[in-house]
T-cell receptor, first 111, second 113 residues
Framework: GQNIDQPTEMTATEGAIVQINCTYQ??????LFWYQQHAGEAPTFLSY????GLEEKGRFSSFLSRSKGYSYLLLKELQMKDSASYLC????????????FGTGTKLQVIP | EAGVVQSPRYKIIEKKQPVAFWCNPI?????LYWYRQNLGQGPELLIR????????DSQLPKDRFSAERLKGVDSTLKIQPAELGDSAVYLC???????????FGSGTRLTVV
């Protein structure tokens, strides 16, 4: 089975940087995803990490440490439209290659 | 390119009634997923298809839920009979393969009264 832990809520100021952490426990690891979900909408894919290190994509970056079971999503130059839930999802290496989502971190960006 | 298309967008039914949801994935996406998302929770996988084959239905409550993807393209998820606890958003997603990020549809918000 898998266990994924994220903070429930975070608040950050427009223009600032925020880091959303995700820790996980899994019997076999085969990749970690980050998704953004605005209220009432479907999740949209942000990033995928399977090897250790930092992946940068514009204002968003995602980091993975497999040995620590840890990832973070870094959002720079925050904008009001970044207010959303951010979901961490882990794929296991079992036969089903199942992807399990965390409960998400609700980020509120304030002026 | 059209995204993942789901219908209906909203559905309100009385308990014990049947309900069906439809999904048309992105053209060429072989892998299709049905997820259920409760308020304040992450999506939970119900079933995954590779083409027309259900390769992971371990989390599908088979006593009342069924799904099909007959020609390996669009898919239908059915609940019969619905229970109050089935109220949730049902999300369909597709990907080129298991290794890619998913594209989700807009979901069907089901309310069972």
């Amino acid at each position: 089975g898998q266990n994924i832990d994220q903070p429930t809520e975070m608040t950050a100021t427009e223009g600032a940087i925020v880091q959303i952490n995700c820790t996980y426990q899994t019997s076999g690891f085969n990749g970690l995803f980050w998704y953004q979900q605005h209220a009432g909408e479907a999740p949209t894919f942000l990033s995928y990490n399977v090897l250790d290190g930092l992946e940068e994509k514009g204002r968003f970056s995602s980091f993975l440490s497999r040995s620590k079971g840890y990832s973070y999503l870094l959002l720079k130059e925050l904008q009001m439209k970044d207010s959303a839930s951010y979901l961490c999802a882990v794929r296991d290496s079992g036969g089903y290659q199942k992807v399990t989502f965390g409960t998400g971190t609700k980020l509120q960006v304030i002026p | 390119e059209a995204g993942v298309v789901q219908s209906p967008r909203y559905k309100i039914i009385e308990k014990k009634q049947p309900v069906a949801f439809w999904c048309n994935p992105i053209s060429g996406h072989n892998t299709l997923y049905w997820y259920r998302q409760n308020l304040g929770q992450g999506p939970e996988l119900l079933i995954r298809y590779e083409n027309e084959e259900a390769v992971d239905d371990s989390q599908l409550p088979k006593d009342r839920f069924s799904a099909e993807r007959l020609k390996g393209v669009d898919s239908t998820l059915k609940i019969q009979p619905a229970e109050l606890g089935d109220s949730a958003v049902y999300l369909c997603a597709s990907s080129l393969s298991q290794g890619d990020g998913y594209t989700f549809g807009s979901g069907t918000r089901l309310t069972v009264v």
